[in-house]
């Protein structure tokens, strides 16, 4: 077992709330275990551009409650490339770096894999970090639970104004190809329809249930389009439904990139300080090409590899089922 001395770490892809409490978990768990620690900033790019720096006890303080990343963020196209990623590996060798804690979601997780069968000798430990909850072998990624809860406030708000309006309202919630905070965000703010990449839903039927619920005397509706929906868009499915539905009145909200920043919840701030504090136990353990997650309620690892096999990622068959039957 190669034994480590220095980690670095660093956040990459789409920001998410959790990412800087598990930052904080990651650097206090090595320098209790008498590890030094390097932060890379701005993810793959600070690798390739050396941009490090070395981390102490201070480096984290009052960040628990802050949303986005101390660390900085980005998409990083060089890294995909093999220069990209040995520019990468050469700035770790010269700085002492042994290993490597990664917090991001899918796209991270694949530039990280390849990175580490390339260069096997500095271990790679991937925390999920996406607010879109598709990576397997965790059941909730870091910033899931926050973007959830600030679509909820954002829609029930929108509620409120499409009650007092009798109107029809199409909101447009984050998750790239998953329909996880569509699903949840849907249930939890009773929504009349959610539609979402893992279930086509026709035009024709969510015409009908639009107009069934207003001769039932509903009074707004709400329908939640997941951006990976394939229905070809919020705007072009709110036009469809015009074309059929003429005694409401139609609006569509597209709630963007305030999904993604915001103090972590509870939730998150515990599920970053233990993947955190797991991923670089796992390191000293010996453990490589992994994820940390959480498998009902317990910190287990998964091979990067398993964890990107998110095609087997299947939303919750009850929450599904149940979206029909509670919003009649
Ligand atoms: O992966 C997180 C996410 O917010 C997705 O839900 C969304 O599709 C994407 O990132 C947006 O990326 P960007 O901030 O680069 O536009």
Redesign the pocket.
Known sequence: MHKISKIAVLTS??D?PGMNPCIRAVVRTALYNGLEVVGVRQGYKGLIENDMYDMNKRSVSNILNLGGTILKTA?CLPFKEDEGMATAYKHLKERGIDALVVIG?DGTFTGALRFSKKYPDIAVMGVPG???NDLCGSTYTLGFDTATNTVIEAIDKIRDTADAHDRLFFIEV???D?GA?ALRAGISCGAEAILLPEKQTAIEDLIKNLKEGHMNKKSSSIVIVA??DKNGGVYDVAKAVQKEVNNYDIKVTILG?L??GGSPSSFDRILGSRLGFAAVNALIAGETQKMVGLQANHILLTSLEDALNNHEFKLEADLLQMVDILSI
């Open positions: 892809g789409g998410a998409r979601g996406t607010i879109d984050m998750g790239r998953s905070i951006e990976g990139h999904q993604r």
